[in-house]
């Protein structure tokens, strides 16, 4: 079945620094992904869908030069969640649509913790 | 926001078949309705979906009512490993050429499976 991986699983960084989360689709291309970012004990948000070959569409309130997403080939999709302050310590998860788009794959997530 | 409402949480016996209720009222005639769990600290794992006719796979049985406005997820004999939050998702369905469509996530309910 389709597989999304998503690297690195947990991260911790200093605040200021900037990190970046891969989401790859293993066996099929995924021209649509999408970026959610989930609170302890909270449901997933929806943070922005990433397009391949053209910008992302950030959903409102999600600072779109904070959290930098490229999507440069069918297969590969990344965040990267510039100078990092420990409030954008989340759980970040991707998610990718596959075949004829009537189901959608989900990484297994990115704990980051911004220290 | 989400177009669903599932009871925020629900217990199960073991070896019991586990039956999620979720209303979606104001469901439109081209909108499937999608089931995913999220066992703790990872990515959501499909279920099922289905847009009018019951559906049937090796996880799970999925019973959308005649009017369309309400469906039940059954899991046939629930096991400790079925803990997790469920989610009940509406989504619009995809026509060739047509924009991207994400899945918007409630609440959802969080199954408890006991011994």
């Known amino acids: 079945g389709a597989v999304v991986s998503q690297h690195p699983s947990r991260v911790i960084c200093k605040s200021g620094t900037s990190v970046k989360i891969e989401c790859r689709s293993l066996d099929f291309q995924a021209t649509t992904m999408f970026w959610y970012r989930q609170f302890p004990k909270k449901s997933l948000m929806l943070m922005a869908t990433s397009n391949e070959g053209s910008k992302a569409t950030y959903e409102q309130g999600v600072e779109k030069d904070k959290f930098l997403i490229n999507h440069a080939s069918l297969t590969l999709s990344t965040l990267t969640v510039t100078s990092a302050h420990p409030e954008d310590s989340s759980f970040y998860i991707c998610?990718?649509?596959?075949?004829?788009?009537?189901?959608?794959?989900f990484g297994s997530g990115t704990r980051l913790t911004v220290v | 926001d989400a177009k669903t409402t599932q009871p925020p949480s629900m217990d199960c016996a073991e070896g019991r078949a586990a039956n999620l209720p979720c209303n979606h009222s104001?469901?439109?005639?081209?909108?499937?309705v999608y089931w995913y769990r999220q066992i703790h600290s990872q990515g959501p794992q499909y279920i099922i979906h289905?847009?009018?006719n019951n559906e049937t796979n090796e996880m799970a049985s999925l019973i959308i009512t005649e009017d369309r406005k309400s469906s039940t997820l059954i899991l046939p004999h629930a096991t400790l490993r079925d803990t997790a939050v469920y989610y009940c998702?509406?989504?619009?369905?995809?026509?060739?050429?047509?924009?991207?469509?994400?899945?918007?996530f409630g609440k959802g309910t969080k199954l408890s499976v006991i011994p």
């Open positions: 289905g847009l009018k």
């Open positions: 998610s990718a649509r596959t075949g004829t788009g009537k189901s959608y794959t």
């Open positions: 104001t469901i439109s005639g081209n909108e499937y």
């Open positions: 998702i509406v989504r619009e369905q995809l026509y060739s050429g047509a924009g991207s469509y994400q899945l918007t």
